[in-house]
């Protein structure tokens, strides 16, 4: 049985740091990139950052320079590092395991809530 439980998230003031943990179980997790996405009531979701297998990083364009992807394999663990916290970063962060081979193999955590607020 696949899980990605995420935990880390809460309330935080702008300016702010975060940090978001993912812990995977049922997969093997190094072959797979990870991936933190959010959303927000009535958008659709989206990426925020991802960290390739190989260990190669991406990040949507609001999160360059303020958040960091890592990965742990020996603890099956990937971390979103969030930094200079925004209002508008207000969001359910949701860690993803994409198996590129078949992109059919695709697993979600739950979703943790973030709120930036004063």
């Known amino acids: 049985q696949v899980q990605l439980v995420e935990s880390g998230g809460g309330l935080v003031q702008p300016g702010g740091s975060l940090r978001l943990s993912c812990a995977a179980s049922?997969?093997?997790?190094?072959?797979?990139?990870m991936g933190w996405y959010r959303q927000t009531p009535g958008k659709q979701r989206e990426l925020v950052a991802v960290?390739?297998?190989?260990?190669?990083?991406n990040y949507t364009d609001s999160a360059k320079g303020r958040f960091t992807i890592s990965r742990d394999n020996a603890k099956n663990t990937v971390d979103l590092q969030m930094n200079s916290l925004k209002p508008e970063d207000t969001a359910v962060y949701y860690c993803n395991a994409q198996y590129i081979p078949l992109l059919h193999i695709n697993y979600w955590g739950q979703g943790t809530q973030v709120t930036v607020s004063s």
């Open positions: 960290i390739t297998k190989g260990g190669n990083t």
């Open positions: 049922g997969i093997t997790f190094s072959i797979y990139d």
